[in-house]
Every structure is written in C-alpha cells, then in structure tokens.
Nanobody, 114 residues
C-alpha cells in the first residue's frame, strides 16, 4: 500500500514563500505521476501542479509563482510557492498515481494572510 508523507506548509504573509515536499513510500514501484492539489474552505479540491516525469503542468492561478520539482523515476516531489496570495490559502494534498490508482497524503495547511 503506497503511503504519501508530506512536509512543509505553514503560515506566511502575502508576498512570501513556502515549500512543500512529498515522498511516496512503502512501495518498490516507481509511481507514474505526482501532483499537488489544494482545497479551500467551501471549495472543491483542485489541481495546483503535476509532474509526470516528462512534463509539468500548472493551474492558471499559480503559473509563474509556483514550481513543482521532481525526478523521473524517484518517488519524490516538491512544490515551491512564491509571491503567495491570500487566495492560495487551503489544505494542500499530495497525490501519486500508480498503475491507474490514485493515492493521497493527509494534507498540510497553507495559510496566507493579507
């Protein structure tokens, strides 16, 4: 059973930076893709950034501010978040995909104050 271990997050003022990291453990297989989602209060969970080993993609709202880092064949991914805005506040979840099945981390809180 794949387990995702997240770290990072916290509180910052608008314009600041935070980083998140995620490792997929308890598997001998290399995951197919890893991504970060976020969920704000009263909203649905939405994709923030994804890494497939060959490409990355970002939500329009974070392009130019967030960068996802990963290594092809490694079960590690990080998310650098710069020029944070209050609307970036939410619980950020790491997701890994392996053989068509999605696995989720427990979530880590990011709070951006104005």
């Amino acid at each position: 059973q794949v387990q995702l271990v997240e770290s990072g997050g916290g509180s910052v003022r608008a314009g600041g930076s935070l980083s998140l990291s995620c490792a997929a453990i308890k598997t001998d297989s290399r995951v197919d893709a890893m991504a970060w989602y976020r969920q704000s209060s009263g909203s649905q969970r939405e994709l923030v950034a994804a890494f497939t080993g060959d490409s990355t993609n970002y939500a329009d709202a974070v392009k130019g501010r967030f960068t996802i880092f990963g290594q092809k064949g490694k079960n590690l991914v990080s998310l650098e978040m710069n020029r944070l805005k209050p609307e970036d506040t939410g619980v950020y979840y790491c997701q890994a995909t392996l053989r068509g099945r999605a696995y989720w981390g427990q979530g880590t809180q990011v709070t951006v104050s104005s």
